[in-house]
């Protein structure tokens, strides 16, 4: 069963780097241009439920949102939380910052992160 999960995993991964490309390319762009791989991250995400990410409070939303929603919410959740840190990734890249800076970054800009009707709105669920 476990190795059903992270095929999953893999694939859920796929598709939300590929929905990155597609709607944020510039976001994606600059996480290549730091030498952070956007892959591996959200499988990072996705392995780990988000634990370590998100508070508990959005653990909660998370948990009920893939019931709901299954794979396209976690896309979703994956989408929304690169455009929740846009603008820092950005200015990171222009910066030309480093991966260990660039991720240093990018988590603690997550840690922020909330599930508000407007990014409920946005996530098109």
């Known amino acids: 069963e476990q190795e059903g999960e992270e095929e999953e995993d893999y694939a859920l991964a796929d598709r939300a ?3 990155l490309h597609r709607e944020m390319p510039e976001v994606g762009g600059a996480m290549i241009q730091c ?4 892959r591996a991250l959200v499988l990072s995400w996705y392995q780990h439920s988000f634990w370590g990410v998100l508070s508990v409070t ?5 948990e009920t949102l893939r019931f709901l929603y299954g794979p396209k919410g976690q896309v979703a959740l994956a989408l929304a939380l690169f455009r929740h840190v846009r603008e820092e990734l950005l200015r990171a ?18 840690r922020r ?6 990014v409920v709105e946005e996530m098109g669920l």
């Open 35 to 38: 030498g952070l791989s956007a």
């Open 17 to 19: 780097v590929e929905a």
């Open 93 to 110: 890249a222009a910066r030309q910052d480093d991966v260990l800076r660039l991720f240093h970054l990018f988590s603690h800009g997550v």
């Open 58 to 62: 959005e653990l909660a939303i998370n």
């Open 113 to 118: 992160f909330e599930f508000t009707p407007e």
